[in-house]
């Protein structure tokens, strides 16, 4: 067998690829890249963009590992441990990486480089912030040409965020729709008339989009840039998505907690009893499922582990993202996650982004105070959420909320119906093809349960 | 129409909007920079007369 597999993701730029050899992450730097790659080293854009960590940062390993004459250059980066896509992100998210990739541009410039791919997938959220990860997209600038990656921009930042910013509707999923970044025609049709008296939004998305449907000639490709215009323009776009936020806080979880505290035992007896736990078992990795606005996420990373915070409603990611940012959490990913629509594998064969079960494989997952919604408000049996569960990590944190609590009957009271038994002997039974109970304790002064469990190896 | 856009270089068919929003924004940062100029006089005249017994 071969050790050498290459990305699956990694075929588009001709100036090198990412693969892996005996499972460690490299990129190969073809010699179709020599000028720029050496170009980009020698002008000591690589050692600013490292020191402002805006790009990952890599080793140059003296080996050519796939063999290849067109081989220049191996590289080792350091690896993300859970690749995320933007159509997982947060508007905030979404927001910082396109700040993010304007400043790596704009510090190319300053080099007399320049940014040549500017897709949101080229950015990655690690050790609380976002990064960009293709250190091949920086090439020699011609001053005289106009950006390259300019629409490329729009279409994966500048249109997407738009949208929520003028609609104040959180919009992530269209980028699921269109992998190639939202096409500027359409999103000027979604945009509202209002938008097009803001003269960055209505130059960069209204203006564009009707030149995109204009036929392209031959001497429009000889236009005459400059530097100054390069700047302006970047300049330009910086400030209008500085300009965008999405303001509504009313998301359908949003203020879970604030609720929630209004029963403060409940809280805190729950985390003693799952403090207890984790200290005996020994996590790197976790996920917290319906981890609204982070309470829950927060006691895993004191613990040092590794946590996926994930959550459907978009509100509460984007409040947990702010919460991260403001005390500097480092080991914490936010991430907005459907849990009866896990994002799907799409791209090219299907593999160019994985499938979210293909990405995650954790050593605790962690689903407190979310089955009954999920029973009951979505009317999925127990055996799919326990397979679902068993297919994300190795233990699990349950909590079991009965029948007979004030939240559920105010579920049921709301004409939700029960279609499936829902009491704990037939939660267990569900669950026991999948996992088997290690532990059980009740939370004193309420009627519900929590459950450790350890995965069946099937 | 749509099956010639579709062989075209990703970004060529920016260019010639780049051209004309980088004029406009050349134009919009000039004004931008007068009125920063006379506002920044204007208050400095204004400090001086109030500064004046």
């Known amino acids: 067998m071969s050790r050498t597999k290459l990305h699956p993701a990694s075929f588009r730029d001709p100036s090198g690829f990412v693969f892996r050899f ?17 170009e980009f080293l020698s002008s000591g854009l690589y050692n600013n963009l490292i020191a402002k960590k805006i790009l990952i940062p890599h080793q140059e390993i003296d080996q050519n590992l796939t063999g290849s004459d067109l081989q220049y250059k191996t590289l080792k980066p350091v690896e993300i441990p859970f690749i995320s896509y933007p159509y997982e992100w947060s508007f905030d998210m979404l927001k910082e990486a396109a700040l993010l990739t304007l400043q790596a541009a704009k510090e190319a410039m300053t080099c007399n480089m320049m940014l040549k791919d500017a897709s949101s997938y080229n950015v990655q959220w690690h050790q609380g912030k976002m990064i960009f990860i293709d250190t091949l997209s920086f090439e020699k600038w011609n001053t005289n040409k106009p950006w390259i990656a300019y629409r490329q921009f729009c279409e994966h930042f500048l249109a997407p ?70 700047e302006n323009l970047i300049n330009s776009l910086e400030n209008c998505i500085q300009s965008f936020s999405l303001n509504a806080h009313t998301g359908v979880w949003s203020g879970y907690y604030n609720e929630a505290k209004e029963r403060p035992d409940y809280l805190t007896l729950k985390r003693e009893i ?76 299907n593999e160019e982004r994985l499938s979210f079960l293909e990405r995650i494989n954790v050593d605790l997952v962690m689903a407190l105070a979310v089955i009954h919604h999920l029973i009951i408000g979505k009317n999925i049996p127990f055996e799919k959420i326990a397979k679902c569960l068993s297919k994300m990590g190795k233990y699990l944190i349950i909590e079991f909320i009965p029948k ?22 037939t939660f267990l039974q569900g669950f026991s093809t999948y996992f088997t109970v290690l532990k059980k304790e009740s939370i004193p002064g309420s009627d519900r349960s929590i459950f450790l469990m350890n995965r069946n190896e099937l | 129409m749509l099956s010639y856009l579709l062989y075209i270089d990703p970004g060529s068919g920016s260019y010639l909007v780049q051209a004309i929003i980088a004029a406009v924004l050349g134009v919009a940062f000039f004004f931008k920079n007068i009125l920063t100029y006379i506002k920044h006089w204007w208050y400095k005249l204004f400090r001086k007369k109030t500064k004046t017994p």
């Open chain 1, 22 to 38: 005996d499972g460690i992450l490299h990129r190969q730097v073809n010699k179709s890249f020599q000028q720029d790659f050496d």
């Open chain 1, 161 to 230: 965020l738009a949208l929520m910013h003028y609609l104040q509707s959180p919009l992530q999923n269209l980028q699921l729709a269109y992998p190639e970044g939202l096409p500027l025609p359409l999103s000027k049709k979604l945009l509202p008339l209002r938008s097009k008296f803001n003269l960055n939004t209505f130059l960069h998305l209204h203006l564009h989009a009707s030149f995109s449907k204009k036929q392209v000639k031959k001497s429009d490709q000889n236009i005459s840039f400059s530097k100054a215009k390069q």
């Open chain 1, 274 to 349: 799952i403090e207890n736990w984790i200290n005996g078992l020994a996590l790197q990795t976790a996920i917290d499922v319906g981890a609204n606005e982070g309470e829950f996420s927060f006691l895993l990373t004191e613990k040092n582990i590794q946590t996926l915070s994930a959550d459907f409603d978009h509100y509460s990611i984007n409040q947990l993202y702010k919460k991260v940012k403001e005390k500097n959490i480092v080991n914490c990913t936010p991430l907005i996650m459907d849990f009866t629509n896990p994002s799907p594998s799409i791209g090219v064969n």
């Open chain 1, 404 to 425: 007979e609590d004030e939240k559920v009957k105010l579920m049921i009271n709301s004409g939700m119906q029960i279609f499936h038994e829902y009491d704990e002997d």
